[in-house]
């Protein structure tokens, strides 16, 4: 399985840190990272840019089971409920990009992530770490989906990495 993880609220750094230790305790195990990535906002307005990372965990969980485990990090790091439609600044985002090779298409769970393939701060990522993972609806690679996108948001590896986030 593969999470995107996301934070654009101080700290950053630590949030990101914070929610890779408790997948890994609560979830699964980590397998692989990619390196952090930061991002302009992407479907909203917000002066502090993202910090993302991709995920790769190995979970005996279920994909619902995993969808209530990352809702339940998100609200222990302090993310709130939205108010309002559409995105906003946040502690924390886990998302399911991912599950094996299956397809979910359920109204709280959609997997491949409904926009990953349109978003270039999670292609980034999943080309570094998994470039030939197949994308089960388009039946496309990770890196053949990143050569069609048409994001231009601007995304460049985070250089100031202060917190020791080996595997």
């Known amino acids: 399985m593969l999470l995107l993880l996301g934070s654009n609220i101080p700290d950053r750094l630590d949030y990101l840190h914070h929610a890779k230790q408790l997948i890994e305790s609560r979830i699964g195990i980590i397998k692989k990272q990619s390196s952090i990535?930061?991002?302009?906002?992407?479907?909203?307005?917000?002066?502090?840019?993202?910090?993302?990372?991709?995920?790769?965990?190995?979970?005996?969980?279920?994909?619902?089971?995993?969808?209530?485990?990352?809702?339940?990090?998100?609200?222990?790091?302090?993310?709130?409920q939205k108010t309002q439609k559409g995105y906003a600044s946040r502690t924390i985002d886990i998302d399911i990009l991912f599950f094996d090779g299956v397809h979910i298409d359920k109204p709280t769970l959609t997997v491949p992530h409904i926009n990953l393939h349109k978003r270039r701060f999670t292609l980034l990522p999943l080309v570094e770490i998994v470039p030939q993972w197949i994308h089960p609806v388009f039946n496309k690679s990770c890196y053949q989906l990143l050569e069609e996108c048409t994001d231009t948001g601007k995304v460049w590896i985070y250089k100031n990495e202060k917190v020791n986030d080996e595997i």
């Open 37 to 80: 990535y930061e991002s302009e906002p992407w479907g909203f307005n917000a002066n502090v840019t993202f910090l993302n990372r991709v995920l790769w965990v190995q979970t005996r969980d279920k994909p619902m089971e995993v969808l209530a485990k990352t809702q339940q990090i998100e609200q222990s790091l302090g993310r709130k």
